[in-house]
T-cell receptor
């Protein structure tokens, strides 16, 4: 079964600073990859998904971008963070005939 | 697009009692409904799921029921234990082919010893 690695686990960044969160997947190939954000007291909001290298779909207009430079690598970025970017960011993976997602352990981002 | 509502937002039960969490969805074409458990500081983990052609599914102390006519599905946990304390999310998958799940807002379950 696949394993998702996310880092860092926690991050405190000042407003206006750049961001790079990385997600890598082991144990599978050609996965569908997803970035979700979980704001305090709210559900999981889909930010981006990717069905292959270089293929990114954005779900909501925002200050963030995503890239998939390799099959099992998914990166979430921002050039200038906003306070509203604070939240818990989760990378998820789905492969083959599986129905459900496998989630990473998440990154808690606090923008100050 | 699909919208999923989840209730209650918090639920406290005594150890050994049952817990029920309910979700409703808006897109009648949604065909897959997973439930995830998220422990503090961790990513959600799939605990049970159900497809639209099934009305009920059980796995030991947990079960999920689906009412397609009413467009709602529920998670049932029997004989609750302290380790069941967590946030539970329901989700629905519209048949878009990209497996983009729409999640509910979560239920924080507390099992009181």
């Amino acid at each position: 079964s696949q394993t998702i690695h996310q880092w860092p686990a926690t991050l405190v960044q000042p407003v206006g600073s750049p961001l790079s969160l990385e997600c890598t997947v082991e144990g599978t190939s050609n996965p569908n990859l997803y970035w979700y954000r979980q704001a305090a007291g709210r559900g999981l909001q889909l930010l981006f998904y990717s069905v292959g290298i270089g293929q990114i779909s954005s779900e909501v207009p925002q200050n963030l971008s995503a890239s998939r430079p390799q099959d099992r690598q998914f990166i979430l970025s921002s050039k200038k963070l906003l306070l509203s970017d604070s939240g818990f960011y989760l990378c998820a993976c789905r492969t083959g005939g599986a129905e459900g997602y496998t989630f990473g352990s998440g990154t808690r981002l606090t923008v100050v | 697009g699909e919208n999923v509502e989840q209730h209650p937002s918090t639920l406290s039960v005594q150890e050994g009692d049952s817990a029920v969490i309910k979700c409703t969805y808006s897109d009648s074409a949604s065909n897959y409904f997973p439930w995830y458990k998220q422990e503090l500081g961790k990513g959600p983990q799939l605990i049970i799921d159900i497809r639209s052609n099934v009305g009920e599914k059980k796995d030991q102390r947990i079960a999920v029921t689906l009412n397609k006519t009413a467009k709602h599905f529920s998670l049932h946990i029997t004989e609750t234990q302290p380790e069941d304390s967590a946030v539970y999310f329901c989700a629905a998958r519209p048949p878009s082919g990209t497996y983009k799940y729409i999640f509910g807002t979560g239920t924080r379950l507390k099992v009181l010893a």
